[in-house]
Structures are given as C-alpha cells and as structure tokens.
C-alpha cells in the first residue's frame, strides 16, 4: 500500500475497526487517542496531544499522507456540550496538518464541494487508498 495513514480516535469503538482494518491492508498506520487500549499492535502509537497548537503537528504526527480525523470527545453523547466546546480545537487542528503539508481530498476543491458545492460526483473518487 505504500501510505502513512494517521487515525485520530484511534481508541474508539470505531476508530480501533478503521486501525486493524487498515493493518490488514498492509497500510503504515499511526495512531492518536487519549485512550490507548484496544489499539492494534501493529499500528504505532503516538503521545502527542493534537489540540496543543503546535506549530509543527503534521511534523510531530509523522508527515502522514492521509488522516482520518474521528477524534471527538463524548462522540456517542449526541447532545453533549463538548461538541461545540471543541469545535474551534479541532478546525486548529486541521489547519495545522494541511499548513504543514497534509494533502486535503482529491485536488482540494473536492473536499469543499461536497459542504458548499452540493456534493461529490461519482467520478470523483476520493479513496485514501
């Protein structure tokens, strides 16, 4: 497979499911998560805190050529506060590994499209792998 795959919430019920099925694909897989266990041992586990604000996330994640970011706290608490609470943490985030270099979907309008341009045509594949 050749790909660096960074999973955020890796020690969720369905982050561990994306990590293994990852593995089983022969993928490079890093993983994040304030909670570790579950976590295939064969994905790397990496302690870095991704709602720090560093400067240099994408460097201290790995330079990953994909991230599937399913990092949300209290994610099964639908009506949870924390939601809105960690919204700006997250949009941080996501700022820092694209301005260090993290490819966004397809050729980077795609990704856009589908929340302001109606969605994804089917040709239009944006496949990780």
Known sequence: ??????????????????VSALCDKGAEVLTVDFRTDGIDNRAEILAENIFSGSKTI?????????????AWRNGFVHDSDAHMEDLSAHYRFLQ???????????????A???????????KH???PM
């Open 112 to 122: 856009r499209g589908g929340l302001l341009g109606g969605g994804h045509r089917r």
């Open 58 to 70: 994408y460097q201290e994640l790995g330079n990953p050529d994909v991230c599937i970011h399913m």
């Open 1 to 18: 497979m050749g790909k660096r795959i960074l999973v955020t919430g890796a020690g969720g019920y369905i982050g561990r499911h994306v």
């Open 96 to 110: 820092g590994m694209i301005e260090g270099g993290l490819a966004v979907g397809g050729d980077g309008h795609h």
């Open 125 to 127: 594949s944006l496949q």
